[in-house]
């Protein structure tokens, strides 16, 4: 069964360095999500991407933040200057245009550690 | 604007039914989904209901949807150990990006 890969599975950096979080979505699908989830919180929405371009963002998603196709197969969340804050799993998000329910489906999640 | 609670743990013993409550805010939610999340994974898609449905059964699952109270159940019934994990109800809403509103999370712990 297809699924939403993610790479790496853990991130170690410091503060104030750029990461990039990869992902691979299922192939036929258009739509294209980063969640994160900060221990022992809600999985809170970041941002949603369709035809290449942002359809929406939360307020947690600034300017530190951008995401890229670059080659359609990745989807990619890069964090320009990491805060601490910014410590948290990520998840990547899924889906075809007209499947059941509009069903989002994720990857495993990037454990990122900002020290 | 969209706010989705769930009550934190909830604790049953082997073969018992488990409901896992979750109230939500937005009426104008399309989709109403169960999520699981397994200790160190990520999140699995359980089941869905369309909002204007009252119930859906698949296998062990049930879903019910009060939409007057905005109340949304899952009941798991026989809950086995491999049932323990964080339980998500989530909504979405069509148009736009379709972004998942996620409750808190309910803590399932199975016993023997």
């Known amino acids: 069964e297809p699924e939403v890969t993610q790479t790496p599975s853990h991130q170690v950096t410091q503060m104030g360095q750029e990461v990039i979080l990869r992902c691979v979505p299922i192939s036929n699908h258009l739509y294209f999500y980063w969640y994160r989830q900060i221990l022992g919180q809600k999985v809170e929405f970041l941002v949603s991407?369709?035809?290449?371009?942002?359809?929406?963002k939360s307020e947690i998603f600034d300017d530190q933040f951008s995401v890229e196709r670059p080659d359609g197969s990745n989807f990619t969340l890069k964090i320009r200057s990491t805060k601490l804050e910014d410590s948290a799993m990520y998840f990547c998000a899924s889906r075809t245009m007209t499947g059941p329910a509009e069903t989002q489906y994720f990857g495993p999640g990037t454990r990122l550690l900002v020290l | 604007g969209e706010d989705v609670e769930q009550s934190l743990f909830l604790s049953v013993r082997e073969g018992d039914s488990s409901v896992i409550n979750c109230t939500y805010t937005?009426?104008?939610?399309?989709?109403l989904y169960w999520y699981k999340q397994e200790p160190g994974a990520g999140l699995q898609l359980l089941t869905y209901i369309f909002s204007n449905m009252d119930m859906k059964q698949d296998q062990r699952l049930t879903v019910l949807l009060n939409k007057k109270d905005k109340h949304l159940s899952l009941r798991i019934a026989d809950t086995q150990t491999g049932d323990s994990a964080i339980y998500f109800c989530a909504e979405s809403i069509t148009g736009g990006g379709n972004k998942l509103t996620f409750g808190t999370g309910t803590q399932l712990k199975v016993e023997l």
């Open positions: 937005d009426s104008s939610s399309t989709y």
């Open positions: 991407f369709y035809n290449n371009e942002i359809s929406e």
